[in-house]
């Protein structure tokens, strides 16, 4: 029999497990107390001594528990842990496995909520040096005594740089180092960072998994490469556990026991049956995305297109070799940068909205809006200008995209 691909894996998860009543789906799971037959058992799970699946939803349900699963067999690991938001699961690695004095090489090119997140760290006593991780040696370069974890996307929000993922692996296995790698934009549908030597690996729930804009959620999947007993942060009552486990038993402890970015079993659900168009939803987006973005390019009033399938673009030939597509993201500049909104104000198929991955066409200004807290030395630092346009594509008709496109850049021409 041939090898079970990717879809047929998890449209077949639920019932492969084994449902109640044959049903094909898992059902949804809303109790938030755990019940037990012994008063023991119930001491046992708050002490440690028995093993419990669930007994506070806010550490997990069995829906939430299918999910991880899900996504732990997708990134190739050893385990999962899902939050609220994709944020939630960014701050919950920081948060729970960095300690004041410690110090985290993060890249320059970064989505901007998480380098929001990256100046709070700071205030909290926690270093952090920026680099440019298109380049394995800047990364070498800004590593000292007190780093314990390198982090990273696969492809830029909103440039679309792809950091050297295979070269920043190999130092962060020479150094010891913790190495999380953000796969958001790519998603495990086009790549699977346990390739390159991560650690754990991010993504968005909210963005590519789910894809229909309909759900908030985040995970953290420990690849299972990473030693635990040689970092010096894993508290010692989880230092009992399996050594494998201590990361992500920190993880889910501190961060959903303690801080709550839990994931409703409600959002759950949805977004679980949202994956099983995963592949199906990148294949197009990418193959738009990869038409538009050639449009773009030849077009008189365009002064610049980042899109890594394209031939121009710095790391292109790294995307070929990492990837299997280059996803749904880029980035463009009019050539008159002071009629952006205009140009924006003409599209009427693609919407003026934020939020990334979803089944339609995103646009949005990013200097004004997304980036604007960074402050303009900041945004220069991520070159990013303010004429600069973010469009995540959907799955529309490409007709019906280039055409809507067409009509905007006709509009400006008036």
Request: with cysteine; glycine share 8%; net charge negative.
């Amino acid at each position: 029999m041939n090898r079970i691909g990717f879809t047929t894996t998890l449209v077949h998860r639920d019932r492969r497990v084994g449902m109640e009543h044959g049903a094909l789906r898992a059902p949804v799971h809303t109790s938030v107390q755990y019940g037990f037959e012994r008063v023991e058992d119930l001491i046992g799970v708050f002490q440690g001594t028995t093993k419990a699946s669930f007994n506070y939803s806010r550490q997990g349900t069995p829906t939430t528990a299918l999910l991880e699963a899900k996504i732990t067999e997708l990134e190739s690991g050893v385990g999962s842990v899902c939050f609220a938001t994709g944020m939630g699961a960014i701050s919950a690695i920081f948060l729970t496995l960095l300690k004041a004095g410690d110090h985290l090489v993060a890249s320059r090119h970064i989505f901007g909520n998480t380098n929001s997140l990256l100046g709070t760290l700071q205030q909290l006593g926690i270093e952090v040096s920026m680099v440019d991780m298109t380049r394995a040696q800047a990364v070498a370069d800004a590593i000292t005594p007190a780093t314990k974890m390198v982090f990273t996307e696969t492809v830029a929000n909103p440039r679309t740089q792809i950091a050297d993922l295979r070269g920043i692996g190999s130092i962060c296995h020479q150094e010891g180092l913790l190495y999380v790698v953000d796969n958001t934009i790519t998603s495990p549908a086009l790549f699977q960072p346990v390739t390159v030597g991560a650690s754990l690996v991010v993504n968005s729930l909210s963005k590519t998994l789910s894809g229909h804009g309909a759900a908030l959620g985040g995970v953290v999947t420990d690849t299972g490469l990473f030693d635990w007993s040689r970092y010096v942060n894993i508290a010692e009552e989880y230092r009992e556990a399996v050594t494998a486990r201590q990361g992500l038993l920190q993880i889910r402890k501190k961060a959903l026991r303690d801080m709550g970015a839990t994931l409703s079993s409600e959002h759950a659900n949805q977004i679980s049956i949202g994956m099983e168009t995963l592949a199906l939803r990148v294949r197009q987006s990418s193959e738009n995305a990869q038409i538009l973005a050639e449009y773009l390019e030849a077009h008189p009033q365009v002064a610049k297109v980042s899109y890594p399938g394209l031939l121009g673009h710095p790391q292109y030939r790294r995307a070929q070799e990492l990837f299997q597509a280059s996803a749904w993201l880029l980035s463009f500049e009019l050539r008159d940068a002071a009629r952006t909104n205009e140009f924006l104000n003409a599209l009427k198929v693609a919407i003026k909205a934020t939020g990334l991955g979803d089944t339609r066409t995103l646009v949005i200004p990013v200097a004004s809006t997304i980036f604007w807290e960074a402050g303009p030395i900041a945004r220069r630092e991520m070159d990013i200008p303010d004429g600069l346009i973010r469009v995540s594509v959907g799955l529309e008709e490409i007709e019906n995209l280039i055409d809507d496109f067409s009509n905007a850049f006709d509009a400006l021409r008036l």
